[in-house]
């Protein structure tokens, strides 16, 4: 009955996502309690978030989820009601379970194989941390049994100081479920057999409203349930199954009967207030469903219970954040829209270059609506990109379990840190970022880091940190792996690249360009492959993957004291605000955040430094001049002249160069159309776009223009200084 | 005496309306409901048989349900039926 029409694979890709999220909050509430968080909500968080996947994992009938996320919940429960404080080793074990729980809800979305050993053995783990009876406390969601309420209900002795000996508590429970809540992907049977996972309970189900089958409209409920359940469980926890259908369902909560589960603080001990004569009714096996006294409508925050009941509530409510309006929306229908977009972008551009060739006044109303229109193109621009721009925190999520893994592989301690998870970036971005992050990260741990008894004896902590930081930086993101180890050891790096023949064996380099080497393919300075990196397959791997996105990586190291791994990317993978310029009678597009200054050579400003490299005098000091044309093939060298037009460029590491260019044609924005593989992939071109006459031009990517075809070194470029000054 | 209704496995919330129709159809004669292949029954459809089975008994007739696991039995409890109740159509 159910195949590919099932309106429920909709239903059920939805919970998936909302998993996704649910894992996010997961993973934050674990962190902010390993950083010894003792705010209640936070365990709340975590527990919920458990709660809520093993909610919709029965709806779906996810069996191997809803078993492991039980447990799991079970320990939590354990930790909210304040009977377990978790040390660091329960802390990594609550990591382990999340890192497990998320495959597992993968492998389910995906319909692959589950990981039932690894389920076992960290349920075991759970287990044991509940004590010796730990176990006894699972319950199979196939285990459970409707028992019969224990009606000969021994009243306490409410004796008021014996509250821990008999606090169970006689709640009465209406649940009648609405369509959206199976619209949904719900099902009351798992929230029934929650409830009933609370204690001892009779469920009851109230048909009278049911027609007959002819009349009856099959999707539509019109049973509702009547559990008595007998707990020691607090309103609030009653209340908490049922939230995730919060308003999908007529929930009522009727509190203690007769039971003096909670008096008021200063009652009298020997004076309880007189019980309201419930104990004939409560006796009734089946009793009629009529209005409870203190019934409590789903959301209402005053619970009907004593001051402790109400305590927990109070705590919950600030944790509910305010509801967000989000519609969920396929990316590929946002991708249609950026592409639209694109050619928005193109078609402005072609409208605008045929008004300018038609000679028409700039103050005409045609140029002047021409303006209006690239301002609400430029809007429409940002605010789809802003649709496709997500935080890099779920990105940083997945970091910390590479973190986690992969010191346990090489027994190091390792703390993540990290900052700007906030900060928003193309969605396709952050997923074509995952690897060579994991890589990084991964090289950080095993490579970056002294082992922990080597950190000791330097007098270091003995957990390394490794710092995971992104902002956004001069219209691009900036996104740095930093470790507090030993630095790059430069003596040993140039030896392995003069030994495996990439340098020569006298080669004078700067520290940066020693650095740099780590980024040649095939260079592997661990002197043991492990089996998590260091087979030489890694960072000139990372630098391809962080170019093709259109960014470059940089590296930062001081011995003793730490390497940063800098990776600059552009915002978006879209649209660019370039400057195009004419050499050599082609039109080529530089990303204008490059650009920092237009020049018009003076006749003193040029000096060689040696035959065919030159420097230009800039603000006191020297730059390489590059002529764009002579690097790009276009023309042969030729002689700079007085009055050329030069752009200055400051790349992301600092470093600076002159362009020689023949015009500046003009400013704007334009579409990037990748170059597939088909293309020769040419040193410094790093995408095409179309300009509004209907002409192609090449994107330059700067940086690798320069290092690709540059002849000037910093180092001699330092030398030139000292020369030109001694002059 | 008629075939048995052999039920689908899975009972959720698409599997209700199909029910209902298959089960109006044999509303005119006893009925055997053969769970055999069911592993999971969902409140839905628990009320579409809840509904078929006192509508055959307005009618005099009689829904007979058999071969469901115990897995399923359970859930019905956890819904407040046995499979006999539900037969009968009472809680």
């Known amino acids: 009955m159910s195949d590919q029409n099932d309106p429920m694979a909709e239903i059920r890709a939805s919970f998936f996502i909302e998993c996704e999220e649910l894992m996010e909050a997961l993973q934050d509430g674990l962190q902010e309690l390993d950083d010894g968080s003792e705010e209640p909500e936070t365990i709340n968080v975590v527990f919920r978030a458990v709660h809520s996947i093993k909610g919709g994992a029965g709806a779906f009938g996810l069996e191997a989820l809803v078993r492991f996320a039980h447990r799991y919940e079970t320990v939590l429960d354990e930790v909210r009601n304040g009977s377990l404080q978790p040390d660091s080793e329960a802390m990594k074990l609550f990591f382990l379970a999340a890192d497990h729980l998320s495959d597992l809800v993968r492998a389910c979305r995906d319909e692959t194989e589950l990981d039932e050993a690894t389920s076992d053995e960290l349920l075991t783990r759970l287990d044991a941390l509940l004590g010796e009876d730990g176990g006894s406390e699972e319950v199979e969601p196939e285990e459970f049994e409707v028992q019969g309420l224990s009606l000969a209900l021994d009243l306490p002795?409410?004796?008021?100081?014996?509250?821990?000996?008999?606090?169970?508590?006689?709640?009465?429970?209406?649940?009648?479920?609405?369509?959206?809540?199976?619209?949904?992907?719900?099902?009351?049977?798992?929230?029934?057999?929650?409830?009933?996972?609370?204690?001892?309970?009779?469920?009851?189900?109230?048909?009278?409203?049911?027609?007959?089958?002819?009349?009856?409209?099959?999707?539509?409920?019109?049973?509702?349930?009547?559990?008595?359940?007998?707990?020691?469980?607090?309103?609030?926890?009653?209340?908490?199954?049922?939230?995730?259908?919060?308003?999908?369902?007529?929930?009522?909560?009727?509190?203690?009967?007769?039971?003096?589960?909670?008096?008021?603080?200063?009652?009298?001990?020997?004076?309880?207030?007189?019980?309201?004569?419930?104990?004939?009714?409560?006796?009734?096996?089946?009793?009629?469903?009529?209005?409870?006294?203190?019934?409590?409508?789903?959301?209402?925050?005053?619970?009907?219970?004593?001051?402790?009941?109400?305590?927990?509530?109070?705590?919950?409510?600030?944790?509910?954040?305010?509801?967000?309006?989000?519609?969920?929306?396929?990316?590929?229908?946002?991708?249609?829209?950026?592409?639209?977009?694109?050619?928005?972008?193109?078609?402005?551009?072609?409208?605008?270059?045929?008004?300018?060739?038609?000679?028409?006044?700039?103050?005409?109303?045609?140029?002047?609506?021409?303006?209006?229109?690239?301002?609400?193109?430029?809007?429409?621009?940002?605010?789809?990109?802003?649709?496709?721009?997500?935080?890099v925190k779920s990105l940083f999520q997945r970091m910390s379990r590479i973190v986690r893994e992969s010191s346990a592989a090489v027994e190091k301690e390792v703390r993540l840190v990290t900052e700007g998870e906030a900060t928003e970036v193309d969605k396709t971005v952050i997923e074509r970022l995952a690897d060579p992050l994991t890589h990084m990260i991964r090289n950080a741990v095993d490579h970056g880091l002294e082992a922990t008894e080597k950190r000791e004896e330097l007098g270091k902590s003995r957990a390394g940190t490794v710092t995971l930081t992104a902002a956004h930086r001069s219209g691009r993101v900036i996104i740095e792996v930093a470790d507090d180890g030993a630095g790059i050891n430069r003596k040993r790096v140039q030896e392995i690249a003069a030994n495996k023949g990439l340098i020569s064996p006298d080669a004078q380099l700067s520290d940066s360009e020693i650095d740099n080497l780590l980024f040649l393919p095939g260079f592997s300075t661990a002197k043991q492959v492990s089996n998590l990196s260091g087979r030489g397959v890694g960072m000139d791997v990372v630098k391809t993957s962080i170019q093709s996105l259109g960014g470059r990586i940089t590296i930062n190291s001081e011995p003793g004291k730490g390497t940063t791994f800098s990776i600059s990317l552009p915002l978006t993978l879209a649209v660019l605000d370039g400057m195009v310029v004419n050499v050599a009678e082609e039109t080529l597009v530089l990303p204008l955040n490059v650009v920092v200054e237009t020049l018009s050579l003076g006749p003193d400003d040029v000096q060689m430094l040696r035959p065919g490299n030159y420097v230009v005098r800039w603000r006191g000091g020297f730059v390489p001049l590059y002529d764009l044309g002579v690097m790009l093939g276009y023309r042969s060298h030729r002689k700079t002249d007085p009055g050329s037009i030069v752009l200055l460029i400051v790349l992301e590491d600092g470093s600076r160069a002159a362009l020689v260019i023949d015009g500046i044609q003009d400013q704007r924005q334009v579409v990037i159309k990748g170059l597939d593989d088909s293309f020769y992939r040419a040193p410094g071109i790093a995408a095409a776009t179309i300009l509004g006459d209907g002409q192609i031009a090449l994107i330059l990517d700067p940086a690798d223009v320069i290092s690709g075809m540059g002849h000037i070194r910093g180092t001699d470029l330092m030398l030139s200084e000292r020369k030109i000054a001694n002059e | 005496m008629t075939e048995p209704l052999v039920l689908q496995p899975k009972l959720d919330l698409p599997a209700a309306a199909p029910l209902a129709e298959e089960l109006k159809a044999r509303l005119d004669g006893d009925l055997v409901i053969d769970g055999k292949e069911v592993t999971q029954l969902g409140a839905l459809c628990l009320q579409v048989l809840l509904a078929a089975a006192i509508s055959l008994k307005g009618k005099g007739h009689k829904m007979t349900m058999t071969h469901f696991s115990d897995k399923v039995v359970e859930q019905m409890a956890q819904m407040g039926f046995s499979p006999e109740t539900l037969a009968e159509g009472r809680a």
């Open chain 1, 157 to 391: 002795d409410l004796d008021v100081d014996d509250t821990e000996a008999n606090d169970s508590t006689l709640y009465t429970v209406r649940f009648k479920p609405e369509q959206e809540l199976f619209a949904t992907g719900n099902e009351p049977l798992m929230l029934l057999r929650n409830l009933c996972d609370l204690g001892e309970a009779t469920v009851r189900c109230n048909f009278d409203d049911l027609p007959s089958l002819t009349d009856l409209a099959p999707e539509t409920p019109y049973v509702e349930w009547i559990i008595e359940l007998k707990t020691e469980a607090a309103e609030p926890e009653i209340r908490d199954i049922f939230e995730f259908v919060d308003g999908l369902c007529e929930l009522e909560i009727t509190g203690p009967q007769g039971e003096a589960a909670a008096p008021a603080p200063d009652a009298p001990a020997e004076e309880p207030p007189a019980p309201p004569e419930p104990a004939a009714e409560a006796a009734d096996p089946a009793p009629a469903p009529e209005p409870p006294a203190n019934v409590v409508p789903m959301g209402n925050k005053e619970p009907p219970a004593p001051e402790t009941a109400k305590e927990p509530e109070a705590e919950k409510k600030p944790a509910t954040p305010a509801a967000k309006s989000v519609v969920r929306v396929d990316l590929e229908r946002i991708e249609r829209l950026v592409n639209l977009v694109g050619e928005l972008v193109i078609n402005q551009a072609m409208l605008s270059q045929s008004l300018d060739e038609a000679g028409l006044s700039p103050h005409s109303d045609a140029m002047n609506g021409l303006e209006e229109f690239q301002r609400l193109t430029r809007d429409i621009q940002d605010s789809v990109m802003m649709i496709r721009a997500q935080p």
